[in-house]
């Protein structure tokens, strides 16, 4: 069964520029959720989807914007990207939501902004 | 609001030893999860053991285990025989409420295992 994909794996913008990255659940999952990984701020929660619809929100600024299509796969886009957007972005799919659902991580798309 | 505190920023473990990596947290929803994740630095985070609020008995999962203590509020990991390929972060999350999938995570502990 393969895991949670998440591409482009690395990738290098400069300030100004947006970017999108792609997650491709686990097959069968209906959920997924983004988080942001830095040095300074650990892991924080972005964004969550289930069934195309976008179910909890975290404090970001409206620059961060994610999708979900009809075939559970996700995207997640930032727009005019600065310096702190640089991170380790983490999706994670789960089968459902709630008390017993666990949530499976893919490898994450590092994202560095010059 | 939901808070998870790892106060161990890093460890260390001789080969074959147990350790115990510390995790409490705070909230006032009477109904939530709780997991423990592994971060080697391939950045990928591996899920270890999760552990329901309602749940009566501590979680295990070969290796590791959960030792919650819920009058407490905390929730440590404990890992027997460590071995060297356990180096790594490892994040303690939290998932509150019956619904949804939004965590938050203690800020990690860095385990190192020596031969």
């Known amino acids: 069964k393969a895991g949670v994909t998440q591409t482009p794996r690395y990738l290098i913008k400069t300030r100004g520029q947006q970017v999108t990255l792609s997650c491709s659940p686990i097959s069968g999952h209906r959920s997924v959720s983004w988080y942001q990984q830095t040095p300074g701020q650990g892991l924080q929660f972005l964004f969550e989807?289930?069934?195309?619809?976008?179910?909890n929100k975290g404090n970001f600024p409206g620059r961060f914007s994610g999708r979900q299509f009809s075939n559970s796969r996700s995207e997640m886009n930032v727009s005019t990207l600065e310096l702190g957007d640089s991170a380790l972005y983490l999706c994670?799919?789960?089968?459902?939501?709630?008390?017993?659902?666990?949530?499976?991580f893919g490898a994450g798309s590092r994202l560095t902004v010059l | 609001a939901q808070k998870i505190t790892q106060t161990q920023p890093g460890m260390f473990v001789q080969e074959k030893e147990a350790v115990t990596l510390d995790c409490t947290y705070d909230t006032s929803d009477p109904s939530y999860g709780l997991f423990w994740y592994k971060q080697p630095s391939s950045g990928e985070m591996i899920f270890l053991i999760y552990q329901g609020s309602y749940d009566q008995q501590n979680a295990t999962e070969g290796r590791y285990s959960l030792n919650f203590q819920k009058a407490r509020k905390s929730a440590n990991l404990v890992i027997s025989a460590s071995q060297l390929g356990d180096s790594a972060m490892y994040f303690c999350?939290?998932?509150?409420?019956?619904?949804?999938?939004?965590?938050?995570f203690g800020a990690g502990t860095i385990l190192r295992v020596k031969s």
């Open positions: 999350a939290m998932r509150e409420g019956e619904y949804g999938n939004k965590l938050v």
């Open positions: 994670a799919s789960s089968s459902r939501t709630g008390p017993f659902s666990v949530l499976t």
């Open positions: 989807y289930f069934s195309e619809t976008q179910r």
